[in-house]
């Protein structure tokens, strides 16, 4: 019956046999807040998806890409209790998962204000390149930003946990990449699914390091494309501002310039604390650049809040843990800021 099977359908059906628990325990397509975000999808953006799901991909080895699928709704699954208190991680849409790359999204209540929502692209990688492809797209899609439709920061069908507004689109999401290192699959189901999992803890380190990435290489980003639109015109009642925010802006420039540089970065978060209201007009933003910063602090103190609330929680003895588990290169990439001249030499807008 099988004996035409090509290599590659042998590798599926052998990674199906072996983990086909864990894909039935896992699957978010069962959830019914996803079946009915699915069904909101318009038949032109049905016909989009298969577009995109016939595209080859050959890079993943079948099994890895399944377990892939299984780590992301083990995340979904236990996020909840991992993130704390006041807190919601739910599956995208199939549209957002195939089109802008996001495979859940974590609300965090914000008082009276709008939740906090951050995108999340949940992987497995075996070795950092394919964490590099993955944030490297992302920064290319920040320079494109302000004339993207469709962009990894945009979320078409999705309905809040919190507000009760049906299913409606949201812009200027923050997005991160979690992945763990795919030889470490088994012992990450276990650790995620224990009540004193060390998993939260890393997951916050990635969203850190990757909001702080995306923050300063937004305002700088932004900063150049205020400058080309505009050039040496200040008009005389903003110069004053205009050297507020080109403190600030320098301040992100010689972030990125230096592989972001920690002090730096410190140094733009400070100074956009105190003049966000200045940076928010059109004189030295542009809307969707103004509104991605926005919702990126908001997010950025949430994660500094809640990494406290986690080491607090951990014991010493997880030490040893946290350190077996970040000892690989694709945790190890995800935990760090970007690196300049992988960023640098892809952008499609300025070199």
Not at 23 to 52: F, P, Q
Not at 60 to 78: C, Q
Not at 87 to 99: G, H, K, N, R
Not at 199 to 213: D, G, N
Request: with cysteine.
């Amino acid at each position: 019956m099988f004996d035409n099977l090509s290599k590659k359908q042998e590798k599926i059906i052998d990674a199906h046999y072996k983990y086909g628990t864990l894909v039935s325990l896992y699957n978010t397509n069962n959830s019914a807040k996803k079946k009915k975000m699915d069904a909101a999808i318009t038949d032109e953006d049905r016909k989009l998806i298969e577009t995109y799901k016939r595209k080859p991909d050959d890079d993943i080895d079948p099994e890895t890409r399944l377990k892939s699928k299984i780590f992301e709704g083990a995340l979904i699954k236990h996020g909840e209790t991992m993130f704390g208190e006041k807190t919601f991680l739910s599956p995208a849409s199939e549209y957002d998962d195939w089109i802008n790359g996001t495979d859940a999204v974590l609300e965090i209540e914000n008082g009276n204000e709008e939740p906090i929502r951050i995108a999340i692209d949940a992987t497995l990688c075996k070795t950092s390149e394919r964490a590099d492809i993955k944030l490297r797209n992302i920064t290319q899609n920040i320079e494109t930003l302000d004339n993207k439709k469709t962009e990894q920061f945009y979320l078409k069908y999705f309905e809040s946990r919190f507000k009760n507004e049906g299913i409606k689109g949201y812009s200027s999401i923050p997005k991160v990449i979690l992945g763990e290192y795919a030889e470490d699959f088994d012992r990450i189901l276990e650790e995620m699914k224990s009540e004193h999992s060390v998993m939260p803890y890393i997951f916050l380190k990635m969203m850190k390091a990757q909001l702080e990435s995306w923050f300063v290489f937004v305002l700088m980003v932004n900063s150049q494309k205020i400058d080309a639109a505009k050039g040496d015109i200040i008009k005389p009642e903003l110069w004053y501002k205009d050297k507020k925010m080109r403190k600030m802006y320098k301040s992100a420039i010689q972030s990125v310039d230096n592989s972001w540089n920690k002090e730096k970065t410190e140094e733009a978060l400070k100074l956009y604390e105190k003049e966000e209201g200045v940076f928010g007009t059109d004189d030295f933003s542009i809307p969707k650049y103004a509104s991605l910063v926005s919702n990126t602090k908001n997010a950025l103190d949430w994660i500094c809040a809640e990494l406290e609330t986690q080491k607090k929680r951990l014991e010493e003895l997880d030490a040893e843990k946290i350190k077996d588990f970040e000892n690989n290169e694709v945790v190890q990439k995800l935990e760090s800021h970007l690196e300049r001249d992988v960023v640098l030499k892809y952008r499609p807008i300025f070199v």
